[in-house]
Nanobody, 122 residues
Framework: VQLQASGGGLVQPGGSLRLSCAAS????????AGWYRQAPGKQRELVAD???????NYADSVKGRFTISRDNAKNTVYLQMNSLKADDTAVYYC?????????????????WGQGTLVTVSS
């Protein structure tokens, strides 16, 4: 199983980007997933996640601007980022807890995608 993150790039303040995190391989389903980010000189922080129960959580700094969603048919998780600010500049990482279903038994493993760089600058 692999997670492939994409969608980062350079955007002006106030602009938008959509990040994608696509899971590939022998997947029964994505149980939970989320996005973290790490800015230069700072610790990695949670941006948003989709919980096992179907709920969502957001960092206070992105509430109202970012939206996390999923497409089960495509095994993909998205992060729509609007009204971007310079402080949103970071490497964004996705993770997922995935059911790989071995012999009909649920087996949940955690996976991380490679980072995708988001730069917000004029």
């Amino acid at each position: 199983v692999q997670l492939q993150a994409s969608g980062g790039g350079l955007v002006q303040p106030g602009g938008s980007l959509r990040l994608s995190c696509a899971a590939s391989g022998s997947i029964f389903g994505i149980i939970a997933a989320g996005w973290y980010r790490q800015a230069p000189g700072k610790q990695r922080e949670l941006v948003a996640d989709l919980t096992r129960g179907g709920g969502t959580n957001y960092a206070d700094s992105v509430k109202g601007r970012f939206t996390i969603s999923r497409d089960n048919a495509k095994n993909t998780v998205y992060l729509q980022m609007n009204s971007l600010k310079a402080d949103d500049t970071a490497v964004y990482y996705c993770y997922a807890q995935i059911d790989v279903r071995v012999g009909g038994v649920a087996v949940l493993n955690d996976y991380w995608g490679q980072g995708t760089l988001v730069t917000v600058s004029s």
